[in-house]
C-alpha cells in the first residue's frame, strides 16, 4: 500500500528564545488589538463612542486627588495578596486560599476589635490585632501545608476548601455580633471611640496600606531572590529530585513558606478591617484571593512586575463604576472588557513561546 | 511583562485622553441645556447597592430619575456599592463632584454615610431604612422610609381575597390557605413586612396561616428561587417576599401559584400568576429633601412617607385577582387614611396566645438590643410612629406565621 505523506495547512513549531524588541513588539500587538477589539465591541453593543468609554475609565482611576488615592489603596491590597502567594507558587505549591487567608486574618482583627474595645488603649489593639491576625492567617496556610508535608495531600484542594471554612467561620461570627440582630450586618466598628482603628501614616488614611505593600513587596523580591530560604523554594519548585539530593528538607521548606505566605494574606487582612472598612463581612475580600493569582502568574512571580499586573486590574475595576455612572453601562461591562484584555496579554504568550508555519505551496501535493 | 504592561497602560491612557476633553465638552452641553429651570444648579448623588436588576435598586432608581425630572436636574446615579467602605468612597466622590444632596439606598450603607457625612458638614446625605440618624446628633444626615407596613397589608387584603376565592371555589378548604413568605433578614424590617401582610390576609381569611422563609441576602435569585419553590412544595397556595430578585415570582409563575411582589409590578414576566406589588415610591421624599437642600432649608432628621405623601403605593392588579378585590383594597384604604382601621391593632393578633398591652421597641439602635420605646398606643402597635423613628421596629413573632431557616 502507498503511504501518503499529508502535510497539514500549519503547523506549530516551538520557537528559539525570541529577543526582546521582538517579544515587546508581539505584545504591544496584542494589545492593540485587544484595545480595537473592546472599541469595536462597546461600538457595536452600546453605540456609545468608545474613546469616551476609555476616558471614563481613566476618570474613575484617577478623576480626582481622593479617586486617585482610593486606586493606590485597592493596588497596594491586591499587590500585597498577589505577592504573599508568591513564595508558595514559586516552589510549585499551589496555594489557592488566599482568600481564606485574607478572611481568618480580617476576622481575627474584628474580633480584637470588637472585644477589646474600652478594655486596653488603642495601640495595643492595633498590636494585638496585627499578631492574631498574622497568627490566624498563617494557621490558615499552616494546616494545608502540614497535610501536604506528612501525608502528601492534594494542596489545591485543601487551600481551596480552607476558604470555605473561613467564610462560615466569619458568617457565624456575623450573627453573634451583627447589630441590630437579624439584620446581617456588623456595621462599622467602634464607629465612635475609634478603638482598633488602625494609625494613619503622614495623615492620610490611605498611606498604611500603601506602605506595607510596598515595603513587603521589595522584602519578598529580596527573600525570593537573595536568601537562602528564597534559593531552597526556588530549587523545590524546579525539582523536589534535586531538592532532596542537595540535602533540602522539603517537609520544612513547605511548611516554612505557607507560614510566610498565610501570614502576609493575614495581614493584608488586618490592613482591609483595621484600616479600610473597619467591619468584617464574608465578602470583604472581594476574590482578590483568586484575583491575586492570576496577577502572581502573569507578573511570572516577579513581585516589581506584579505591581503592573495588579494596576491593570485594579484601573479596569475603578473604571467599571465610572462607566456604569456615566453611561448607564452595567459594571459587568467592564469585566468583558478586562477579559478580553486579559485574554489577549495571556494569549499572546503563545505566540512568543511558538511559531505558525504554514504548508508551502510549491510540491505541497504528495 | 512589566514593559509591556507599562506601554498598554500609557497607550490606554493616551487614548482616553483624548476621550476625556471629548466627554467633558458634551457635559457643558448637557449642562447649558438645564440652566433655565428651578432647583438646577445643585447636583445630586444617589448611591445604590445593586443594579437595575434588582427590582428594590430599580425602584430607588425610577424615584430619583422622577424627581430630578421634575425639579429639572440630571442625578448621578452609583450603582453596585456593597455595604462597605466603598459607600463611604462613593458618597465623598459624589461630595468631591460637587453634589450637595447625597442619598444611599440599602441598610448597610447607614455607618458609612454617617462617617461621610461627618466628613462634609455642609453637605445633606439622605439614607433610607436606616435607625441611626434621631440618636447621631448629626444636622446634615437623614433617615427616611415610608409606612410601607400599610401598603403592604392593602397587598395582604389582595391575597386574602385570592385565597377567599380559592376556598369558594373548592379548590382548597380553609384550613390550607397557607401563605409562604420568601425574606431576606431576620430583623425588625423583614417581620414587619410579613406581619402586616399576613394580618391583610387574615382580615379577610381568619383562618389563613403563613410560613417564612430566609435567605441570608436581599439579592440572591437563586435562593430566593429555590426558597419559594419549597413553600410551594410544603403546601403553601400563595406566595410573597420581602428581597430584590426576581426568583420568587419566576419560582410562581413556573408553578402557577398566585405571587405577591414587592417593590413594583412583576406583570410582564408573570402575567399569570402576579396579584399586585406594593411599593415605597421615593420620588415625593427626593423631591421635598432636594428642594429643602437647594434652599438651603433645614428638613426632616428621620421622614416617614405614608399614604397621604403618595409614598406608600399599590401597583395596577393583576388580570388573575378575584372579583371584588379593587373595592375591598379601596375600602381599606380608606380607613387606614382617617385612623378608623390600624394595621397592628392589638386585637387582631396574639403573641404566645395572649394579647399584646405593652411592648418596649428597640427604636434607638445600640448593640443591647433593649427596648427603649413604649410601642403599644391606644390598642394598637405604633408603627413607625410619631416621636419614634421612620425604620420599622415591630419584631414580635405573632401566632399564625411559623419561621422556617433563621439561621442562614
Redesign the interface.
Known amino acids: 500500500m502507498e503511504k501518503k505523506i499529508r502535510v497539514p495547512l500549519f503547523h506549530l513549531a516551538k520557537r528559539e528564545e525570541l529577543s526582546k524588541k521582538k517579544k515587546f513588539i508581539i505584545r504591544i500587538i496584542a494589545i492593540v488589538a485587544a484595545l480595537l477589539l473592546c472599541a469595536l465591541l462597546t461600538a457595536l453593543a452600546t453605540g456609545i463612542n468608545p474613546l469616551e468609554v476609555y476616558g471614563s475609565l481613566v476618570g474613575g482611576a484617577f478623576g480626582s486627588v481622593r479617586k486617585t488615592w482610593i486606586t493606590l489603596q485597592d493596588l497596594s491590597i491586591l499587590l500585597l495578596i498577589s505577592v504573599a502567594l508568591t513564595p508558595a507558587f514559586t516552589m510549585k505549591f499551589w496555594n489557592i486560599g488566599g482568600e481564606g487567608q485574607v478572611l481568618v486574618g480580617g476576622l481575627a482583627t474584628a474580633a480584637c476589635m470588637i472585644l477589646l474595645e474600652n478594655k486596653i488603649p488603642s495601640v495595643l489593639i492595633m498590636l494585638v490585632s496585627f499578631i492574631a491576625a498574622v497568627l490566624a492567617g498563617a494557621l490558615w496556610g499552616l494546616i494545608p501545608a502540614v497535610c501536604k508535608a506528612k501525608w502528601n495531600t492534594n494542596e489545591t484542594l485543601m487551600t481551596l476548601m480552607m476558604n470555605y471554612i473561613a467564610t462560615q467561620l466569619v458568617s457565624f461570627f456575623v450573627i453573634i455580633w451583627e447589630v441590630p440582630k437579624g439584620s446581617g450586618k456588623i456595621g462599622i466598628i467602634n464607629q465612635n471611640s475609634h478603638d482598633g482603628w488602625m494609625v494613619q501614616l503622614f495623615g492620610s488614611k490611605y498611606m498604611l496600606c500603601i506602605v506595607v505593600s510596598a515595603v513587603v513587596t521589595v522584602f519578598m523580591y529580596i527573600y525570593l531572590n537573595y536568601s537562602k530560604h528564597g534559593y531552597e523554594i526556588q530549587v523545590v519548585g524546579q525539582s523536589i529530585n534535586t531538592a532532596k539530593y542537595v540535602g533540602i528538607n522539603i517537609s520544612k521548606v513547605i511548611i516554612r513558606t505557607m507560614l510566610l505566605s498565610g501570614a502576609l494574606c493575614g495581614l493584608a487582612g488586618m490592613l482591609l478591617v483595621g484600616s479600610i472598612n473597619h467591619t468584617i463581612t464574608t465578602t470583604i475580600a472581594g476574590g482578590q484571593g483568586f484575583t491575586a493569582v492570576m496577577v502572581s502568574w502573569m507578573a511570572k512571580f516577579n513581585p516589581f512586575t506584579m505591581i503592573p499586573c495588579a494596576f491593570l486590574i485594579v484601573f479596569m475595576n475603578r473604571g467599571a463604576g465610572e462607566i456604569a455612572t456615566n453611561f448607564g453601562l452595567n459594571p459587568s461591562f467592564a469585566d468583558i472588557m478586562t477579559g478580553i484584555i486579559l485574554f489577549f496579554i495571556i494569549g499572546c504568550e503563545f505566540f512568543i513561546n511558538y511559531s505558525i508555519k504554514f504548508r508551502k505551496m510549491s510540491g505541497g501535493r504528495s | ?9 500609557a ?3 493616551a ?9 467633558a465638552g ?1 457635559a457643558a452641553d448637557g449642562g447649558a441645556k438645564d440652566a433655565g429651570s428651578g432647583a438646577s444648579d445643585i447636583k445630586v448623588g444617589f448611591i445604590c447597592l445593586h ?1 437595575e436588576n434588582s427590582t428594590y435598586d430599580l425602584n430607588f432608581i425610577n424615584g430619583a430619575k422622577e424627581a430630578c425630572k421634575n425639579l429639572g436636574i440630571e442625578p ?10 466603598e459607600c463611604y ?2 458618597a ?2 459624589l461630595a ?2 460637587g453634589c450637595s444632596f447625597i442619598f444611599a439606598d440599602s ?2 450603607h ?3 454615610m ?2 461621610a457625612a461627618k466628613e462634609y458638614p455642609d453637605i445633606q446625605f439622605s439614607h433610607a431604612t436606616g ?1 441611626k440618624a434621631h440618636t447621631e446628633g448629626l444636622a446634615n444626615y437623614h433617615n427616611a422610609f415610608a409606612s410601607i407596613y400599610e401598603g403592604r397589608y392593602l397587598a395582604g387584603i389582595v391575597a386574602g381575597m385570592k385565597l377567599k376565592e380559592m376556598i369558594d371555589a373548592g379548590e382548597i378548604t380553609p384550613d390550607q390557605a397557607k401563605i409562604g413568605y420568601v425574606g431576606a ?4 424590617e ?2 414587619s413586612g410579613y406581619t402586616s401582610f399576613f394580618l391583610g390576609a387574615r382580615s379577610v381569611v381568619p383562618e389563613a396561616t403563613m410560613e417564612v422563609t430566609f435567605t ?2 436581599w439579592y440572591d435569585e437563586t435562593a430566593e428561587k429555590e426558597g419559594a419553590t419549597k413553600l410551594i412544595q410544603d403546601g403553601c397556595v400563595l406566595i410573597s417576599q420581602h428581597a430584590d430578585s426576581m426568583g420568587a415570582p419566576t419560582a410562581c409563575e413556573n408553578a402557577g401559584v398566585p405571587d405577591v411582589s414587592y417593590n413594583g409590578s412583576t406583570e410582564a414576566a408573570c402575567p399569570n400568576t402576579f396579584l399586585v406589588s406594593s411599593r415605597i415610591d421615593w420620588a415625593p421624599y427626593f423631591e421635598y429633601a432636594i428642594k429643602a437642600t437647594a434652599n438651603k432649608e433645614a428638613y426632616d432628621t428621620d421622614w416617614t412617607g405614608t399614604l397621604e405623601t403618595g409614598s406608600v403605593a399599590l401597583t395596577d392588579l393583576g388580570k388573575s385577582v378575584a372579583d371584588g378585590t379593587k373595592e375591598a383594597v379601596e375600602e381599606a384604604k380608606k380607613k387606614l387614611q382617617d385612623g378608623s382601621l390600624h394595621v397592628f391593632d392589638t386585637s387582631t393578633f396574639t403573641v404566645e396566645g395572649k394579647e399584646l398591652t405593652t411592648y418596649m421597641a ?1 427604636v434607638d ?3 443591647d ?1 433593649k427596648g427603649d420605646h413604649e410601642a403599644i398606643k391606644d390598642g394598637y402597635f405604633n408603627e413607625s410612629g410619631e416621636g419614634m423613628r421612620s425604620a420599622p421596629y415591630f ?1 414580635l413573632q405573632i401566632d399564625g406565621i411559623s419561621l422556617l431557616d433563621t ?2
Do not use: H, R, W
Request: include cysteine; hydrophobic fraction near 45%.
Open positions: 511583562m512589566k514593559k509591556l504592561v507599562s506601554v498598554l497602560l497607550a490606554m491612557m487614548l482616553s485622553l483624548c476621550a476625556c476633553g471629548a466627554s458634551s443594579d448621578i446615579i452609583k450603582v453596585n456599592i456593597p455595604e462597605g467602605q468612597d462613593a465623598c466622590e468631591d463632584a441598610f448597610g447607614e455607618d458609612y454617617i462617617e435607625t433578614f431576620t430583623y425588625a423583614v417581620i441570608g441576602s428597640d439602635t445600640d448593640p438590643y419584631d439561621a442562614f
